[in-house]
């Protein structure tokens, strides 16, 4: 069964800090994808980076960097010069490729930075 | 463009009584999907549309749920004998065909009195 797992319910950072929040993952599959959304406290769920299973470079885009490590199943997010406004819970997920279209997400992480 | 929207933001109904949450997804994208939110707790897939695929109805949590799309786009995620248990956010996403990216819409909040 695939499963993602967050084993840090909370963090804080000091502003302009950089910050890594965990994530590893169990699955069989060869062929899966990693996500990290962001939930601010009014609700919405943003995307904010993506990396395939096959993908030979870690992911970035802007702040966020996906730090993979395949043979550990580990996809920790870290996000770089953290922002008042990147407080908020932060969520794992893998998709299985191959037509499985479904997330399965971790219970999450809920950042606070401090100023 | 705009996004992904659902309605009501919110709904307070009595035990018992059925519900019906409504999403319209980005226009354009062909799949779509439910998730609900529990306090404090990750995502719980519910089910998947693609297209005129049968839908994936895998993570519906007993027979009181169902949900339709029609005609490709709006979809309804209709509870039945809502239960106290049943309250939680629910969410919708939708993607384009071929696209890893899902886009979230602000959820309805349920709760069930």
């Keep these: 069964a695939q499963k993602i797992t967050q084993t840090q319910p909370g963090m804080f950072v000091q502003e302009k800090e950089a910050v890594t929040l965990d994530c590893t993952y169990d699955?069989?599959?060869?062929?899966?994808?990693?996500f990290w959304y962001k939930q601010p406290s009014s609700g919405e769920m943003i995307f904010l980076i993506y990396q395939g299973s096959y993908d030979q470079q870690n992911a970035t885009e802007g702040r966020y960097s996906l730090n993979f490590q395949k043979a550990?199943?580990?996809?920790?997010?870290?996000?770089?010069?953290?922002?008042?406004?990147?407080?908020?819970?932060?969520?794992?997920?893998?998709?299985?490729?191959?037509?499985?279209?479904k997330l399965i997400f971790g219970a999450g992480t809920r950042l606070a930075v401090h100023p | 463009g705009a996004g992904v929207s659902?309605?009501?933001?919110?709904?307070v109904t009595e035990k018992g009584k059925d519900v019906?949450?409504?999403c319209d997804p980005i226009s354009g994208h062909?799949?779509?999907y439910w998730y609900r939110q529990s306090l404090g707790q990750g995502l719980e897939f519910l089910i998947y549309f693609q297209g005129n695929s049968a839908p994936d109805k895998s993570g519906l949590p007993?027979?009181?749920?169902?949900?339709?799309?029609?005609g490709g786009s709006v979809s309804t995620l209709t509870i039945q004998r809502t239960q106290q248990e049943d309250s939680a956010v629910y969410l919708c996403a939708s993607s384009p065909q071929g696209f890893y990216e899902q886009y979230f819409g602000p959820g309805t909040r349920l709760t069930v009195t």
């Design chain 1, 27 to 34: 699955t069989s599959d060869p062929s899966y994808g990693l």
């Design chain 1, 72 to 101: 550990r199943k580990s996809a920790n997010l870290v996000i770089s010069a953290s922002q008042l406004g990147d407080s908020a819970m932060y969520f794992c997920a893998m998709r299985r490729s191959g037509g499985y279209n």
């Design chain 2, 6 to 11: 659902q309605s009501p933001s919110n709904k």
């Design chain 2, 20 to 22: 019906e949450l409504r």
């Design chain 2, 30 to 32: 062909t799949a779509l």
């Design chain 2, 62 to 70: 007993s027979d009181r749920f169902s949900a339709e799309r029609t």
